[in-house]
Every structure is written in C-alpha cells, then in structure tokens.
C-alpha cells in the first residue's frame, strides 16, 4: 500500500507545481475533444433534426444503422481512419497522421452518431402541436428547424456533453491516429497507458485524477440539463 500513498502524493506534487508532461498531455486532450465535439455538433444536430422530424422511406433502417453504431469500437474508427489519412491513403496529402486535427477527425465519427441519435430522440419528443403551432403563425423550412431545435436545446445540451465525455475518455483512436508523440498527440489517456506501463505510477495517478475530475464536471451538467430537460 505504501507506493500508492506515495503515488497519490507524487500526483499532487505534479498538479500542483504544473508540471509540463503532464499538463501537456491534459491539454492536448481537451483540444481533441473540443475540435470533436464541434464537429459532431455542426454535423450531428442538423442531421439529427432531419431523422427526427421529418418521414421519408427507409427512415426506420436509418435510425436502426445510427442506432447501432452508438456502440462502434474506437479501435474500428481508428482502422478506417489511419487507412484514409496516412500517407498512402486518399487523404494522405492532408497531412493529418500523428496530429491533433487527425484525432479530433477520428474523434468526430465516433461520437457523431451520439449526437444524431439524442438529437433526433428529442426532436421525435417534442409535442405534435409544437409544428402546427409553428406553421399557423407561419413559420417554414429553416425557422421551423431552429425554433424546433431550441425547444429542444437541453437535450441538444446534452448530446453534445455526452459526446464529449466519449471523446475526451477513449484511448484506442488516440493512439492509433495520434502516434502518443511526446509534446504533441500525446493525451490523458496515452499518457496513462504509457506511464503505468513504465512504472511511473505517480504520472499515470495524476492524469488520472484529472481525467476523473473532468468526468465529475461532464457528470454534474448532465444531471443538472436532465433536471432541466424534465
């Protein structure tokens, strides 16, 4: 038990006195995630409004496909990209291997369907009354969208945390695409993989203490936007 009191009070050590590595590494993270999460966002709530609002054939097999793919395995996203954005794939000459931007890509497919599915569930729950309402005070096309996204924003709030929390917690697309360079695509949960398996515990210990107090914050607002939501 000793080495891991001692680990814990490593950890705080690095917290406190800022240590590079490590917050290195938590940046890196969040910026992922960050770029992800607006991907998704700007992909998946149009997209999510569209599966929900509107009826068209084989609209049950598409929301059956989103469905399925909430559960998509990171090392599989990861596959698709590398072979996309290497060197020798397609989009090689974007230059997005062992990069930030190449993990926030990756980052994006994974977590789009979240968005797409919780999007379209909260639109799908809207009051039937809520589009005639709109339509009689003539509202059409694009007003009827936002005016139906924004009766929807807390659960929209809430695809796009959950989202979050997929992004920012997944290791396989990270080290995949992102290579775990030091300084660069190394993130929190490379860094942890790496350092425990080294024997640094006490690094692994602090990005591990951050990485839950992030998922604490990811955790409150959704209780919070579900309260809100009901």
Same mark, same amino acid.
């Given at each position: 038990?000793?080495?891991?009191?001692?680990?814990?009070?490593?950890?705080?050590?690095?917290?406190?006195?800022?240590?590079?590595?490590?917050?290195?590494?938590?940046?890196?993270?969040?910026?992922?995630?960050?770029?992800?999460?607006?991907?998704?966002?700007?992909?998946?709530?149009?997209?999510?409004?569209?599966?929900g609002y509107t009826d068209f054939p084989g609209k049950r097999q598409?929301?059956?496909?989103?469905?399925?793919?909430?559960?998509?395995?990171?090392?599989?996203?990861?596959?698709?990209?590398?072979?996309?954005?290497?060197?020798?794939?397609?989009?090689?000459?974007?230059?997005?291997?062992?990069?930030?931007?190449?993990?926030?890509?990756?980052?994006?497919?994974?977590?789009?369907?979240?968005?797409?599915?919780?999007?379209?569930?909260?639109?799908?729950?809207?009051? /039937?009354?809520?589009? %005639? +309402?709109?339509? $009689? &005070? @003539?509202?059409?096309?694009?007003? *009827? #969208?936002?005016?139906?996204?924004?009766?929807?924003?807390?659960?929209?709030?809430?695809?796009?945390?959950?989202?979050?929390?997929?992004?920012?917690?997944?290791?396989?697309?990270?080290?995949?695409?992102?290579?775990?360079?030091?300084?660069?695509?190394?993130?929190?949960?490379?860094?942890?993989?790496?350092?425990?398996? /080294?024997?640094?515990? %006490? +690094?692994?210990? $602090? &990005? @591990?203490?951050?990485?839950?107090? *992030? #998922?604490?914050?990811?955790?409150?607002?959704?209780?919070?936007?579900?309260?809100?939501?009901?």
């Amino acid at each position: 038990m000793d080495y891991i009191l001692q680990g814990l009070l490593k950890a705080f050590e690095l917290l406190i006195t800022g240590n590079q590595e490590t917050y290195s590494a938590v940046f890196a993270s969040l910026k992922a995630s960050t770029m992800s999460m607006i991907g998704s966002l700007t992909l998946g709530v149009p997209s999510g409004f569209l599966l929900g609002y509107t009826d068209f054939p084989g609209k049950r097999q598409a929301r059956a496909i989103v469905d399925t793919l909430l559960a998509l395995p990171t090392v599989v996203v990861g596959l698709l990209v590398y072979a996309f954005i290497s060197y020798r794939g397609p989009l090689g000459d974007l230059g997005l291997l062992f990069t930030i931007p190449g993990i926030a890509l990756a980052q994006t497919i994974l977590v789009l369907p979240i968005v797409i599915s919780l999007t379209a569930t909260a639109v799908e729950s809207l009051d /039937k009354r809520f589009k %005639s +309402t709109l339509m $009689a &005070l @003539g509202a059409h096309g694009k007003q *009827i #969208a936002v005016a139906s996204i924004l009766e929807a924003r807390h659960a929209v709030l809430i695809a796009a945390v959950t989202a979050y929390g997929r992004a920012i917690s997944e290791v396989g697309i990270s080290m995949m695409i992102g290579g775990n360079i030091k300084w660069h695509t190394r993130t929190i949960t490379t860094a942890m993989a790496l350092e425990t398996g /080294k024997g640094e515990f %006490s +690094t692994g210990i $602090a &990005l @591990g203490i951050v990485l839950l107090t *992030i #998922a604490f914050v990811i955790n409150s607002m959704l209780t919070r936007l579900r309260k809100r939501s009901l």
